[in-house]
């Protein structure tokens, strides 16, 4: 008789899974964070690479870090009401 192999693409966590919160954020933070940033953009003055750069660390930095937090906590409430 052959053995079943698990599947490589299932976890079962304990705790918060913080691939799927990775995962997420990476995504949300594209899908949200990217409008956000160029809605912002418009207001700023972006002639040069460094105001370029300085404005990406100033916006999407925070962007990112409270798109990474809410994800996180949204994990961490699901996994205790289970």
């Not at 418009?42 to 002639?47: G, I």
């Not at 930095?61 to 289970?82: E, G, Q, S």
């Amino acid at each position: 008789m052959r053995e079943s192999v698990p599947s490589v693409e299932t976890t079962d966590p304990d705790g918060v899974d913080y691939g799927w919160v990775m995962q997420t954020t990476f995504v949300l933070t594209i899908v949200v964070g990217a409008p956000i940033v160029a809605v912002v953009s418009l207001l700023a003055d972006l002639s040069t690479w460094s105001a370029r750069a300085e404005f990406a660390i100033r916006v999407g930095a925070p962007v990112w870090f409270c798109t990474a937090l809410a994800v996180f906590l949204y994990a961490r409430r699901r996994t205790t009401d289970r």
